[in-house]
């Protein structure tokens, strides 16, 4: 069993900058595939940004650009650093782990773009 906690979100302006994280637990981190989702009120959930234990990264054509997605085996830990964040971007976001052809989520982390 793989636990996996996201932090970092709260309320923001457009145009500001937000550093999400997510925490996952085992001693296998590295090995990891992680993703980040978000899902807004009345849509349904969408994919981000993911990362491989190489490295190699892939986003939605909507926030290439503004989002980065890096990971810290040390920490075990991934982060998704959103800059010029956008009304549109508010969402709960979650992060997914897939590991052992299994997936575990996390609760998610609110984001909210107002002014």
């Known amino acids: 069993q793989v636990q996996v906690v996201e932090s970092g979100g709260g309320s923001v302006q457009p145009g500001g900058s937000l550093r999400l994280s997510c925490a996952a637990s085992?001693?296998?981190?590295?090995?990891?595939?992680m993703v980040w989702y978000r899902q807004a009120p009345g849509k349904r959930r969408e994919l981000v940004a993911t990362?491989?234990?190489?490295?190699?990264?892939t986003y939605a054509d909507s926030v290439k650009g503004l989002f980065t997605i890096s990971r810290d085996n040390d920490k075990n830990t991934v982060y998704l650093q959103m800059n010029g964040l956008k009304p549109e971007d508010t969402a709960v976001y979650y992060c997914?782990?897939?590991?052992?052809?299994?997936?575990?989520w996390g609760q998610g982390t609110q984001v909210t773009v107002s002014s």
């Open positions: 997914k782990v897939n590991w052992g052809y299994r997936d575990y």
């Open positions: 990362i491989n234990s190489s490295g190699s990264t």
């Open positions: 085992g001693s296998n981190f590295r090995l990891y595939f």
